[in-house]
T-cell receptor
Framework: AQSVTQLDSQVPVFEEAPVELRCNYS??????LFWYVQYPNQGLQLLLK??????LVKGINGFEAEFNKSQTSFHLRKPSVHISDTAEYFC???????????FGKGTRLHILP | DAGVTQSPTHLIKTRGQQVTLRCSPK?????VSWYQQALGQGPQFIFQ???????QRGNFPDRFSGHQFPNYSSELNVNALLLGDSALYLC????????????FGPGTRLTVT
């Protein structure tokens, strides 16, 4: 069965510093991987997705993620965060196009001034 | 281009009552998925509708039911409400034959007292 583990429930980081949000998944087959962001009192917005091809995926707002099949990881990174990046970030996995998306429990990114 | 819309934004119900939540997909989308997001948790898949039929279902009891209309909009019905049904209910739409990406609405916050 698919599952997603987000290793940190909260990540504090100073403004303009780099950040990495960690995500590991388990699946017996090839997967599609996603990172979503949820701003306070809002729905989810897709940051980036990995379907196939290059393992380095670039998304919106300067975020990128790297798919590592051997380590079953899909960590999210940003070289320099801004106060506007304060939000909850969710890693998610799906096993095929029509399948449900399984979400992790989320990582709260807290930007320190 | 309107994105995914959901109504109502908030509602409060009493245990044992029934509730109906509504979702209009993004223009051009034909598939609607529903998720439940409890406080502090990631979204959990409830079910997915395509061509007016339930195509997939998550691990939710039969008290949760849905419907998709010919215009692709959808309803989520929950009967015999329990306190544990209090959550943010998210609707996501996608195009079955398009690039694999689900667009989420802002959600409906349901409080059961």
């Amino acid at each position: 069965a698919q599952s997603v583990t987000q290793l940190d429930s909260q990540v504090p980081v100073f403004e303009e510093a780099p950040v990495e949000l960690r995500c590991n998944y388990s699946s017996s087959v090839s997967v599609y991987l996603f990172w979503y962001v949820q701003y306070p009192n809002q729905g989810l917005q897709l940051l980036l997705k990995y379907l196939s091809g290059s393992t380095l995926v670039k998304g919106i707002n300067g975020f990128e993620a790297e798919f590592n099949k051997s380590q079953t990881s899909f960590h999210l990174r940003k070289p320099s965060v801004h106060i506007s990046d304060t939000a909850e970030y969710f890693c998610a996995v799906s096993e095929n196009r029509d399948d449900k998306i399984i979400f992790g429990k989320g990582t709260r990114l807290h930007i320190l001034p | 281009d309107a994105g995914v819309t959901q109504s109502p934004t908030h509602l409060i119900k009493t245990r044992g009552q029934q509730v109906t939540l509504r979702c209009s997909p993004k223009s051009g989308h034909d598939t609607v998925s529903w998720y439940q997001q409890a406080l502090g948790q990631g979204p959990q898949f409830i079910f997915q509708y395509y061509e007016e039929e339930e195509r997939q279902r998550g691990n939710f009891p039969d008290r949760f039911s849905g419907h998709q209309f010919p215009n692709y909009s959808s309803e989520l019905n929950v009967n015999a409400l329990l306190l544990g049904d209090s959550a943010l209910y998210l609707c996501a739409s996608s195009l079955d034959a398009g690039p694999y990406e689900q667009y989420f609405g802002p959600g409906t916050r349901l409080t059961v007292t």
